[in-house]
């Protein structure tokens, strides 16, 4: 769980994010998973994800569907066993 901009003033406004995942491991190679997200303010606005993790040796791939139709997908290729690189698009 993960809970995002409150502060004590901001607990009594009612305003902050607060996001829920549960991840589970498939195989030792892929992890699949669901996400909500919720954030009050004026309005609560929430959504929910789809998630997954694929990963080889030298590479992870990452992606996220969520129920109103965005799509996102990462890919990291591992560079030196300190460095990945993201190309960003």
Do not use: C, W
């Not at 190679?29 to 996400?35: K, N, P």
């Amino acid at each position: 769980m993960r809970i995002s901009n409150l502060i004590p003033i901001q607990l009594f406004e009612r305003t902050g994010v607060v996001s829920l995942s549960y991840l589970q491991s498939v195989t030792r190679r892929l992890v699949l998973g669901i996400e909500g997200t919720a954030q009050v303010g004026q309005a609560v606005n929430s959504s929910l994800a789809f998630v997954g993790k694929y990963s080889t040796d030298d590479a992870i791939f990452n992606g996220n569907v969520s129920m109103n139709g965005n799509v996102q997908l990462s890919y990291f290729q591992k560079v030196h066993f300190e460095i990945t690189y993201s190309p960003d698009g």
